[in-house]
């Protein structure tokens, strides 16, 4: 378990080797710093049982879990994939999959798939398919330096056949009532 402060309050992350026994131990030899908000950050690998005890120890010892959904009468995080990091081009038929977001650093060659539950960001131009937010996560957004893609999805929405803005800066997908639009970062 690491504790880190944050402008909203504090960020408790769980390490998936943490038990119930040791995580509820740890916060209440130091509650001052879990009085306030917290967010919980889980790894994929964390045992349910372990969230609830880390969310049940908060809200024991004064503090708010300022994300996460309720299960029950208790409040318990979203699990939060771990990002993929590519450091090369993704040729035509490569696939890349994510349970958090993915960021590669270079182009996406037509041909080439990327699917991640969280956020996709490209150092370089995206010509392949991009689907971000695979799970349902509408929020989700695709960043590349360069949008030239026949296809982006973003949560349950699909844009086909974008040109990008055409401009010389990054670009950025993103979900606006319902539809996919493309715009420069700024």
Do not use: F, Y
Not at 22 to 37: I, K, Q, Y
Not at 120 to 132: D, E, M, V, Y
């Amino acid at each position: 378990m690491k504790i880190r402060g944050t402008r909203g309050g504090v960020l408790l992350t769980v390490d998936w080797e943490d038990t119930k026994e040791n995580l509820d131990a740890a916060l209440r030899s130091n509650p001052e710093a879990v009085s306030g908000n917290v967010i919980l950050e889980i790894p994929g690998r964390t045992k349910w049982a372990v969230v609830d005890q880390a969310a049940k120890t908060v809200e024991e010892l004064g503090g708010t879990v300022t994300e996460g959904r309720p299960v029950g009468a208790q409040a318990q995080a979203q699990p939060r994939g771990e990002t993929k990091i590519i450091g090369r081009t993704i040729r035509s038929g490569g696939k890349v999959e994510s349970t958090g977001s993915i960021v590669v650093v270079g182009d996406v060659n037509a041909g080439a798939e990327l699917v991640a539950v969280d956020d996709i960001i490209i150092l370089g131009t995206l010509r392949g398919l991009a689907h971000a937010g695979a799970a349902g996560n509408e929020k989700a957004v695709i960043w590349a330096q360069q949008i030239r893609s026949p296809q982006l999805r973003i949560g349950g929405a699909l844009a086909q056949a974008g040109g990008g803005h055409g401009g010389d800066g990054p670009e950025v997908a993103l979900l606006r009532d319902g539809s996919i639009v493309v715009r420069p970062w700024s």
